[in-house]
């Protein structure tokens, strides 16, 4: 791919912004299906942001980073959107992320 330093990274923002976009509007996938399935999640996300911002000295605090990932504060869209883990669930969580 010959693409300069700043257009690739224009693109990749503008891909992590469409993944933002889009887990925001599929609150009926789960966190937990998410990490059984591709091993993260929003809170994944939340947290690699925040790594990111500190990485380059930006104030960011973990409930900043959490909101811009989930369009609301956390405990919102958990109380809002968030079902209880089924038994199957977490014994996936188990096997796939031990330790988790």
Not at 11 to 19: P, Q
Request: proline share 4%; net charge neutral.
């Amino acid at each position: 791919m010959a693409i300069d330093d700043k257009t690739r990274t224009e693109l990749e923002a503008a891909a992590f912004r469409r993944l933002v976009e889009h887990l925001k509007t599929r609150t009926d996938v789960q966190n937990i299906d998410l990490m059984n399935l591709a091993g993260f999640c929003r809170n994944c996300l939340s947290n690699w942001l925040k790594d990111a911002a500190d990485a380059k000295g930006v104030a960011l605090s973990k409930d900043e980073s959490r909101e811009a990932i989930y369009g609301m504060p956390y405990e919102a869209w958990k109380a809002k959107h968030q079902a209880p883990a089924s038994p199957e669930q977490l014994e996936t969580m188990k096997k796939v992320h031990p330790g988790h």
